[in-house]
């Protein structure tokens, strides 16, 4: 069984920063892809960033040149460092595990992250 918990949200004014961070019980494989989501009341959980093990990151357009999504050594840890937010980037954000190859997709509970104008 895995276990993801997310910390680091926040309020925040525009142009701040904030760091989330994810922790990762449970067994790792080496296939597994970590991820970012949001998802504001109402609307559709939405891809922010993804990690594969060997380290290649995707971005959502949106958050291009402002966030970026990291390992920690032990690759138990998934960060995401978030420069310059925006009113927009006001959300709820989950950490997510997937790995098509064995069928496994696990949640975090999610952070709140508040960017005021």
């Known amino acids: 069984q895995v276990q993801l918990v997310e910390s680091g949200g926040g309020l925040v004014q525009a142009g701040g920063s904030l760091r989330l961070s994810c922790e990762i019980s449970?067994?790792?494989?080496?296939?597994?892809?970590m991820g970012w989501y949001r998802q504001a009341p109402g609307k559709q959980r939405e891809l922010v960033a993804s990690?594969?093990?060997?380290?290649?990151?995707n971005y959502a357009d949106s958050v291009k040149g402002r966030f970026t999504m990291s390992r920690g050594i032990a690759k138990n840890t998934v960060y995401l460092q978030m420069n310059n937010l925006k009113p927009e980037d006001t959300d709820v954000y989950y950490c997510?595990?997937?790995?098509?190859?064995?069928?496994?997709?696990?949640w975090g509970q999610g952070t709140q992250v508040t960017v005021s104008s």
């Open positions: 997510h595990l997937s790995n098509s190859v064995f069928g496994r997709y696990y």
């Open positions: 449970g067994t790792i494989l080496s296939t597994d892809t």
């Open positions: 990690i594969s093990t060997g380290g290649t990151t």
